[in-house]
């Protein structure tokens, strides 16, 4: 016989701000540290991370943007 279900928990009350600066920051670390291997990555054929730590830094500033005009449009 199948438990029953309990009750979706209530949604946790987070400051999206918070995470969405974590998330730059480490994407931004990355990026630096990969920058420093650039030169290895390159030789590998794996410069792709280097591109990609990039782009996770560069999307997390537009999420940060996004994330600022929704909390100005909602007070």
Avoid at 3 to 28: H, K, Q, S
Avoid at 30 to 44: H, I
Avoid at 65 to 75: E, F, N, P, S
């Amino acid at each position: 016989m199948p438990r029953p279900l309990r009750p979706a928990p209530e949604p946790l009350d987070v400051n999206a701000t918070t995470v969405i600066v974590a998330g730059i920051a480490a994407w931004f670390i990355a990026f630096v540290v990969l920058l420093l291997f650039a030169g290895r990555l390159a030789d590998a054929g794996q410069l792709v991370w280097l591109w990609t730590a990039l782009a996770g830094w560069l999307l997390g500033l537009l999420g940060l943007w996004i994330a600022g005009r929704q909390q100005r449009r909602r007070r």
